[in-house]
């Protein structure tokens, strides 16, 4: 009844101002009917007497028992009727006040409800997290530390509920002994009211500083473990990296033994190559020697030497040709050990394809010698 009152002050005004006017109007009626004027006696003298109708004065108590009665009636009706009005009111604010509980309940059982999920899930959370941990010790002293300040808070809370609740009880035995206090008491319960939020808004305040401190720690947490993890891959990638510069390093020396060895490999060509040349050079005709060197000169004509080489390399190749002059094979016989130079003269013959048509009699392999001037 107290709470439907101090929601709708304005209402209980009206009404209190409604009964007053319905007290005074029933005591000005009651009033009115009390200063009724009688009629006058008849001044007698004593010794003179009168004759009184009878009918007349029944008839005038008649009339006042009626009206009497019927102002009875009427207050009775009235009384019936105020009566009826304030059992109505009664139920329905009993039905009010029944409603707003239900729905306080509910909702709070639903409050209820959501905290306590809230709450297992960060609680859930929080396990998890402090099961990563490293540091066993550490953990198990904070996870301890905070079960604690759960369990005051838990307890503080439910204190504070419980407390609340006796205060709203006596409140309420109180407001239905001490109607008249009505006003000083809500005045003193909005006081209560703002303190409190002010309190609850102090406390949540202070959680949310808790809170953020709590984050900001873990963020650096994580960010210092997340350094640690990418300083390992660094490393990880650097040792990697290393193995295959190794591996790399590995495999061009043994592909320069590979060179070394072709080469050497070459060279014992070559000085077959050259003991088969000087046999042939004896053999080959004045005619001969002329068509190489026709062949020479077509090739120099589309030879572009390599920049920055040294004076005195010299170049053998062997060239076997078709009856039309066309190059069947190219082979450097003898290297001038600059693999840019011998590149040269191998493009420079393949440029020149095809060569001079070789005339008939004479060998269709020849060998020539490209060397740089001194």
């Given amino acids: 009844m107290f709470e439907v009152i101090k929601r709708n002050p304005l209402a209980l005004f009206w009404a209190l101002l409604l009964h007053a006017t319905l007290i005074a109007l029933v005591v000005f009626t009651v009033q009115q009917q009390k200063e009724k004027p009688k009629p006058k006696k008849p001044k007698v003298d004593i010794i003179q007497a009168k004759i009184i109708d009878q009918s007349r004065l029944s008839a005038s108590k008649k009339a006042d028992i009626l009206k009497a009665k019927q102002l009875r009636i009427a207050k009775a009706k009235e009384k019936k009727r105020k009566e009826a009005l304030a059992l109505k009111r009664k139920k329905n604010a009993e039905a009010k006040e029944k409603k707003r509980k239900e729905t306080l309940a509910l909702k709070r059982k639903k409050n209820t409800e959501v905290k306590e999920k809230k709450r297992k899930e960060a609680l859930a959370l929080k ?40 205060k709203n009880v006596e409140v309420k035995e109180k407001k239905r002994k001490e109607a008249l206090a009505l006003k000083r008491k809500k005045n003193a319960e909005a006081k209560e009211k703002k303190r409190k939020e002010a309190l609850a808004l102090k406390h949540k305040k202070n959680a949310e500083a808790k809170e953020k401190k709590r984050k900001e720690a873990l963020a650096l947490k994580r960010k210092k473990i997340a350094e640690a993890k990418e300083k390992k891959r660094k490393e990880a990638l650097a040792l990697k990296r290393k193995k295959i510069a190794e591996a790399k390093e590995k495999r061009r ?122």
Avoid at 260 to 289: C, G, H, K, P, V
Avoid at 297 to 319: D, F, Q, S, Y
């Fill in 253 to 374: 020396k043994a592909e320069k033994q590979a060179r070394i060895d072709a080469e050497t490999a070459l060279r014992e060509q070559a000085m077959l190559e050259a003991m088969e040349l000087e046999r042939l050079e004896a053999a080959n005709s004045r005619e001969n020697a002329a068509f190489s060197l026709a062949v020479k000169r077509k090739i120099e004509r589309n030879w572009r030497k390599p920049l920055h080489t040294a004076k005195g390399l010299k170049c053998t190749v062997t060239v076997r040709l078709l009856v039309s002059g066309g190059i069947i094979s190219v082979r450097i016989t003898k290297s001038s050990g600059n693999s840019a130079y011998d590149d040269s003269v191998y493009k420079a013959v393949l440029k020149s394809d095809p060569l001079l048509r070789p005339p008939s009699g004479l060998a269709r392999k020849i060998i020539l010698e490209f060397q740089e001037d001194d």
């Fill in 127 to 166: 396990r998890k997290k402090n099961a990563e941990i490293k540091e066993k010790k550490r953990k198990e002293a904070l996870a301890l530390k905070r079960k604690k300040n759960v369990e005051v808070k838990e307890k503080k809370r439910k204190e504070a509920l419980a407390l609340k609740r006796k």
